[in-house]
């Protein structure tokens, strides 16, 4: 068993940035790849971005590519994500996941989710 909790979000103006922070307890947080997906009202939860169990591979959606990035502290137990020239297509709840393989993008492929963290962007 692996518990997630999200943090860091917040409203922004077009443009600018926030970090989010997944912090990890329970089973050897090492042991997971971990993915961010997030999900705006009345749609679908989207992938974003996932990295390896050792944090030496990334792989992101389109649509973030060039603005966010994944990291991971090990030794920390926490996974972040740096968003960078926020839009308002950005707009939505974001959520960190755990999964044993890397570079999953649907959401049933991961075991374990944090409630999310609520990015807002205004235009």
């Known amino acids: 068993q692996v518990q997630l909790v999200e943090s860091g979000g917040g409203l922004v103006q077009a443009g600018g940035s926030l970090r989010l922070s997944c912090a990890a307890s329970?089973?050897?947080?090492?042991?997971?790849?971990m993915g961010w997906f997030h999900q705006a009202p009345g749609k679908e939860r989207d992938f974003v971005a996932a990295i390896s169990r050792s944090g030496a591979s990334t792989y992101y959606a389109e649509s973030v590519k060039g603005r966010f990035t994944i990291s991971k502290d090990n030794a920390k137990n926490t996974v972040y994500l740096q968003m960078n020239s926020l839009e308002p297509e950005d707009t939505a709840v974001y959520y960190c996941a755990a999964s044993r393989l890397f570079g999953l993008d649907r959401v049933g492929s991961y075991d374990y989710w944090g409630q999310g963290t609520q990015v807002t962007v205004s235009s």
């Open positions: 329970g089973r050897t947080f090492s042991s997971y790849a």
